[in-house]
């Protein structure tokens, strides 16, 4: 995984938002887990502040459940800002179209949809579940589960930074996932463990 300039363009015109409109992006199957309602709450606070602010929903999942979402989303106001995407084949570019990824959910053990924005350089707001906020480290946003407010502020926060600001923060977590979990880092550190459980059970 790794941005993807032209990628990133080409997504954006296919779910029809502009090059220079605010786009936020929650990657994951249509699961209660996943907590799109409440991506879709904080939607309605940020779109408050920032009416060019554009949010995709990228995954799969049971249609009667996207549909409520839907109706969710109207009711909110925000049916003409949110895109469901389905799901996609080429996520790098799916996230090198977003200026922010966003992971809302509720429970989750190893986000792998979070490692692999940081990978393509995407400044990230998480929850504050599973190892998440230990993945993002002090370089990603933190919210509690559940709380939209939050969740908000900590993307309008990264909004509210400049390009080059976004950039040296995308820079810094991919150089982040790199050495924390990459296969080879993650294969160091298995072999490091083991070595030192076989010297302390001699």
């Not at 989750?108 to 692999?116: Q, R, T």
């Not at 930074?161 to 296969?183: C, F, H, M, P, W």
Request: hydrophobic share 45%; proline share 3%; aromatic share 6%.
């Amino acid at each position: 995984f790794s941005y993807d300039q032209e990628g990133g363009r080409l997504m954006r015109e296919r779910w029809g938002v502009d090059q220079g409109q605010a786009l936020l992006g929650l990657s994951g199957r249509l699961d209660p887990m996943k907590d799109h309602a409440n991506f879709l709450k904080a939607a309605r606070i940020i779109r408050a502040a920032r009416s060019d602010a554009r949010f995709v929903c990228i995954g799969g999942g049971d249609p009667s459940y996207l549909a409520g979402l839907e109706k969710q989303a109207e009711s909110l106001g925000l049916s003409e800002a949110v895109v469901w995407a389905g799901e996609i084949s080429d996520m790098p570019a799916a996230y090198s179209a977003l200026d922010i990824a966003v992971s809302a959910s509720s429970g989750e053990s190893f986000s792998n949809v979070v490692a692999e924005a940081m990978a393509c350089q995407r400044p990230v707001a998480v929850t504050e579940v599973g190892d998440s906020a230990r993945i993002v480290g002090p370089v990603g946003k933190v919210a509690p589960a559940g709380d939209a407010a939050a969740l908000a502020g900590a993307c309008q926060e990264l909004l509210s930074l400049n390009e080059t600001e976004r950039q040296d923060i995308g820079a810094a977590l991919k150089q982040r996932v790199e050495q924390k979990y990459s296969v080879e880092a993650m294969l160091t550190a298995s072999e490091e463990y083991l070595t030192n459980l076989l010297l302390t059970e001699r």
